[in-house]
């Protein structure tokens, strides 16, 4: 049996965090025997002859059970009719899918032999996803499941039909079917010191992919909401290189252009760009897989670290809040990712909307985001110079901005709201909004957490195939305000929803726990984090 690459996590806490205790245990590494599915041969005899510069583009698909799913894709490797193979990636990466929800983020391009691809295969290194869950008692417990590499044969690429790979160059989808990729328990937690059963079953499934907004594709030929550190600026002063980091991934690198339609937020044009400055993101998808600004915003001219992700917590005693820090990136995080919820004081923080969306003044709501209307579930973006733990009781946060994000949920009824339609959108139990909204220590500002008014118009991007009924499960991406107890989305874009049953306890894989501990302590909530490492045999 060939050995499999491993890809050891770098669990380490900054003391930033110090004051959540989060499990650091050593995960396994060992050897596995590798298969993959396969479609049919078809072509009708078509000659293909030469070479096409194919981009891989990532994305997933996923309800809202977990918080991040990070995986090191050491080859994506497709073969045709006679068996000759063909690899997606230039070098193994890191990646975080859970912001990928009906997102996409192109990898490099790469040139394939033109000709009909009927399988395909992947090879995973190191894996882990997290949940987070309100315990019996009030506490909260986010649980990090990890392997230290993949098995071969828990790795599943499903190719629909055959790929035909031609022309100059063309793009490919590659979607994480994230419910098919992750198994544990419904209540995404277990009592202390017991061991649980969970699985990691990576599950892709890869399609021709146009890059345009046509509905009927998987990828968009826009990147949405790209976080990232300007490492380089371009000698000719119209592009850059960002440094990006998302999960528990080494930081990589990716080209950046702009031209005379870029927008700018924050800055008043390139200019204002300088090596280390923080910038949020859109772009297009070039044919050439190259990336194309059209909007660049710099939340924090002063950031040197940046954390972005749900807010898990808010204390209704002090302006203090818990992050999960699904991006951390800055001086205070090199080469280092903080698994655990992160404390942080915002009691003279700025507070601010993305620009990701333009219409937030034609909404029939008032748009407004502020520390009195900050609740647990929304997605922020928090920077501010380097941090310390100087600021009593926490660290200090010099400005929060509102992200958009997604919501899985059921349509139960819709209304006419002035150029919009307002869809009721009924949540999971295990959604975040609902899931966090009643904590120890922590203000009730949320009438219903269970239901989300979605409010659709003519800017959002329809990419959904089922028909926005009531009853139908869709996903929408945009920002959700807290207005005077009522959640509202000012919704960019709906996608095909996922189903909203948990997912069955699996059966198969062992963990173990080492050290469990409760924090509480003042007038801080109960957080649990935990850490389960998978010893998988050979």
């Known amino acids: 049996m060939n050995s499999a690459p491993s890809s050891p996590f770098r669990y380490s806490h900054s003391s930033l965090a110090a004051i959540l205790v989060t499990v650091l245990l050593a995960l396994a590494l060992g050897t596995a025997t590798g298969c993959g599915s396969s479609g049919s041969p078809s072509g009708g005899g078509q000659k293909l002859s030469g070479n096409t510069a194919v ?21 994506i490797t497709l073969t045709d009719k006679s068996g000759k193979t063909a690899n997606l990636l230039l070098a193994p990466q890191g990646y975080e899918f859970v912001h990928l929800n009906g997102q996409a983020e192109p990898l490099p391009a790469v040139t394939i032999p033109q000709g009909i691809y009927t399988s395909a295969t992947a090879t995973i290194g190191g894996a882990q996803f997290t949940c987070v869950a309100l315990l019996p008692d009030g506490g909260l417990s986010s649980d990090t499941f ?4 993949t098995p071969n044969s828990q790795v599943t690429v499903n190719l629909p039909s055959p790929i035909t790979i031609s022309g100059d160059n063309m793009a490919l989808s590659v979607n994480l079917q994230v419910l098919q990729s992750a198994s ?31 509905p009927t594709n998987p990828v968009n030929g826009k990147v949405a909401g790209l976080d990232g550190q ?15 980091s998302e999960g528990d991934a080494l930081s990589r690198s990716v080209a950046i252009r702009t031209n005379g339609n870029t927008m700018y937020q924050g800055i008043a044009s390139f200019s204002g760009l300088a090596v280390d400055t923080f910038v949020d993101m859109d772009a297009a998808i070039q044919s050439d897989g190259s990336l194309t600004a059209t909007r ?76 009195s209307n900050l609740v647990a579930g929304q997605s922020i973006y928090l920077s501010s110079p380097e941090l310390s733990d100087t600021s009593n009781p926490y660290t200090e946060i010099e400005a929060i901005t509102l992200m958009p994000q997604v919501i899985d949920g059921t349509i139960i009824g819709s ?38 008014e979605a409010y659709v118009d003519n800017n959002t991007q329809m990419l959904n195939t089922q028909t926005l009924a009531a009853g139908n499960t869709l996903r929408f991406y945009g920002l959700v305000f807290n207005d005077n107890g009522t959640l509202r989305m000012d919704c ?9 049953t948990p997912s069955p306890s699996a059966h198969l894989g062992v963990g173990r726990i080492q050290v469990v501990k409760d924090v509480q302590s003042g007038l801080r909530p109960m957080i649990r984090t935990v850490t389960r490492a998978n010893q998988v045999q050979p």
């Open 55 to 75: 981009t891989p583009v990532l994305t997933s698909t996923a309800n809202d059970q977990l918080v991040e799913f990070d995986l090191v894709l050491q080859s």
């Open 146 to 149: 990890a392997y230290g590499y």
């Open 184 to 214: 544990f328990p419904s209540t995404c937690y277990f009592p202390d010191y017991t061991v649980p059963t969970y699985e990691i079953t990576p599950t892709f499934n890869i399609t021709p992919a146009t890059l345009s907004s046509s």
């Open 230 to 244: 300007v490492s380089a600026i371009g000698a000719d002063g119209s592009g850059f290189t960002l440094s990006v």
């Open 296 to 371: 660049i915003a710099v939340e924090n001219p002063s950031a040197a670290d940046v954390v972005i992700g749900p807010v898990m917590y808010v204390s209704g005693a002090e302006a203090a809040l818990v992050i999960w820090g699904r991006d951390d990136q800055g001086t205070d995080f090199v080469n280092t990712h903080v698994i655990g919820g992160q404390y942080f004081s915002f009691d003279s923080a700025v507070f601010q909307i993305s620009g990701q969306l333009s219409n937030l003044q034609n909404l029939p709501f008032v748009a407004s985001f502020n520390a």
């Open 415 to 452: 209304a006419v709201a002035g150029n919009f339609t307002d869809y009721t959108v009924s949540l999971a139990s295990y959604d975040l909004f609902p899931d966090l909204a009643i904590q120890q220590g922590q203000t009730t500002r949320l009438n219903n957490p269970d239901v989300v």
């Open 492 to 500: 960019a874009q709906v996608n095909d929803g996922v189903t909203l």
